[in-house]
């Protein structure tokens, strides 16, 4: 077995290397896992729910489903895809069980004092924020086609597998979407650097 690298904030371990350790120690490759993919699930989750405690949920139970997964160290398998194909799936799962509970809520009578007003997510900077409302604007599709690629970076083909689109449908929807993208911004009136 070859030399595996430092997983350090510049220096990610590959799966192809993670999928090696796995045949030699599958415990050991669990945690490479969870070590390099943590964050950007969370990223993912708390994107999609705008909520850092349901994201947190989301993320702990991809995991669980990728330790139970036999698949994931196949030499074929595409583990990053995977991961975020879940993680899409949990929240769409938990945004639609959110608007179930939701409309029931709305059926019971409520004190004006107990309205609780979700915080939108807090950006560093303007331009990041001009960006995310930009994008508020675009359609689910676009707006998820953009995060996976430009957030999350992942490959025209990871997204493809991901969604479960073809290759060419990732290419021109990528390309829709940054087009319109454009178009929000400019109509704000905002400057992106």
């Not at 030399?3 to 490759?29: F, G, M, W, Y």
């Not at 309205?115 to 001009?130: C, G, K, P, S």
């Not at 290419?171 to 905002?190: F, H, N, P, T, Y």
């Amino acid at each position: 077995m070859r030399n595996l690298r430092v997983v350090t904030s510049h220096n990610v371990v590959e799966d192809e290397e993670i999928k090696e350790v796995a045949r030699q120690d599958r415990t050991r490759a669990d945690g490479m896992v969870i070590q390099k993919y943590r964050q950007p699930i969370f990223q993912h989750a708390a994107y999609i729910l705008k909520d850092y405690e349901e994201a947190i949920d989301v993320a702990q139970e991809v995991f669980i489903k990728a330790l139970r997964e036999r698949r994931l160290y196949d030499p074929q398998f595409k583990i990053k895809a995977w991961l975020y194909r879940v993680t899409r799936n949990l929240c769409f799962n938990m945004v639609r069980d959110r608007r179930r509970r939701s409309a029931i809520l709305e059926t019971i009578p409520k004190k004006r004092d107990d309205a609780a007003v979700q915080d939108r997510l807090v950006f560093q900077n303007e331009q990041q924020r001009a960006i995310f409302e930009a994008l508020d604007h675009l359609s689910p599709d676009h707006r998820e086609i953009l995060q996976l690629r430009f957030y999350q970076d992942l490959s025209y083909a990871e997204i493809s597998h991901a969604l479960g689109i073809k290759l060419g449908t990732v290419m021109s929807r990528l390309s829709r979407a940054k087009r319109r993208l454009a178009e929000v911004i400019d109509s704000s009136g905002v400057e992106i650097a």
